[in-house]
């Protein structure tokens, strides 16, 4: 994050959620990272070496992030589709990429949409928004550039929108499954050519809570945990990357994975903050409606403090700071200080 004044702002505002989303953002729009990605999602990709798919990316991605001008970034296509009025959406990331053995002239063969998303309880299924997502892309290439004109519905170009979940529910880690077009023969057995329906494929992507690192698999799913998930120094994970998926550290690719790692662990402390503040207040309400004058029970006080001495071991900072991140009530602060001073005294 050092000299980082994208990070920088994002902190001074409190934004940490939004810094590390745009962070990841980033981080996959590396033609290095994104070419281990369409080797395993996209199907016209998994006989052509991982080495070789960057050639196929294009030149030009655009992201809701600034990037800067390197050989390894894609521009991207805009990701703000205002084709149907009143509902707009915005993808994470939208590209276009050539597809192998086709015409020197066809420049552009496929349009790869990647999604990051922190969970799957959205309130509704990503499945459906992903199915959505694909029929946007594939209704707004009428008449744009790069599509199609008119009545020309032969040059409509394949879509795919490949979702990947941090942190699923524990039902759905480890799934990894694909939603494609199939013909199926109803009466009379007649196959029309795959090509003329196979437009729209979905690829939903669930990570593990965990991985073993240190087995010989290495594939797609571990990379990304490293990459987003795993709570190890910035030096391990670059090892890994570099020894175990090939990928050369750039540059880009060596910042940006120190600025995820730091963003990721400010997210980390965050959260515990605000669970240890909802948990206070909580334990605060519950001592009220029992009638306890104090306002918390000698076992809510113990709980808070204990939470309070793994904090400040975790984030390295003073008790003082850490009740302030979780914006303890003054009410109670001497309670839970007297008590993590006597509990760090008797752990001595």
Same mark, same amino acid.
């Given at each position: ?61 655009? $992201? ?73 892309? $594939? ?17 409509? @170009? @394949? ?8 942190? &699923? ?23 029309? &050519? =795959? ?35 795993? *709570?190890? &120094? ?30 990721? =662990? ?46 400040? =071991?975790?984030?390295? @900072?003073?008790?003082?700071?850490? $009740? ?13 200080? @007297? ?7 008797? *752990?001595?």
């Amino acid at each position: 994050m050092k000299n980082n004044l994208e990070v920088a702002d994002a902190i001074e505002t409190n934004d940490l959620n939004k810094a590390y989303d745009e962070y990841c953002k980033k981080i996959l729009s590396n033609k290095q990272i994104l070419a281990r990605i369409m080797k395993e999602c996209v199907a016209e990709y998994r006989d052509i070496p991982v080495e070789e798919i960057p050639s196929y990316i294009e030149n030009d991605p655009r $992201l809701d992030v600034s990037v800067e001008d390197e050989t390894d970034k894609i521009q991207g296509r805009n990701i703000e589709d205002q084709s149907v009025h009143g509902a707009e959406i915005k993808y994470d990331i939208l590209f276009d990429a050539k597809l192998p053995n086709s015409d020197e002239n066809e420049r552009i063969g496929l349009f790869i949409n990647i999604e990051a998303q922190n969970s799957n309880n959205n309130g509704y299924p990503l499945t459906s928004r992903a199915v959505y997502y694909c029929s946007r892309l $594939l209704a707004k290439q009428k008449n744009m550039q790069g599509g199609f004109q008119n009545s020309e519905f032969q040059n409509l @170009k @394949k879509v795919y929108s490949i979702w990947i979940v941090m942190n &699923p529910s524990k039902a759905m880690e480890g799934v990894f499954n694909e939603y494609t077009i199939n013909e199926r023969c109803l009466r009379k057995k007649y196959h029309i &050519p =795959k090509t003329d329906y196979d437009k729209l494929s979905i690829v939903m992507i669930y990570l593990n809570k965990e991985y073993d690192i240190n087995d010989d698999k290495h594939d797609l799913t571990e990379m990304l945990y490293i990459l987003f998930q795993a *709570n190890m &120094p910035a030096e391990d994970k670059k090892y890994q990357l570099s020894e175990n998926y090939g990928i050369m550290m750039t540059r880009a690719i060596d910042r940006e994975v120190d600025d995820v790692c730091d963003l990721s =662990k400010g997210v980390r402390e965050k959260g515990r903050a605000e669970g240890l503040a909802e948990g206070i207040e909580k334990g605060l309400a519950e001592g009220l409606e029992k009638g306890h004058a104090e306002g918390l029970s000698e076992g809510q006080i113990q709980m808070a403090s204990s939470i309070v001495i793994s904090l400040m =071991k975790t984030t390295n @900072k003073s008790m003082s700071e850490v $009740l302030d991140m979780a914006d303890v009530d003054k009410t109670i602060r001497p309670e839970v200080e @007297k008590a993590v001073k006597a509990m760090m005294q008797s *752990n001595r």
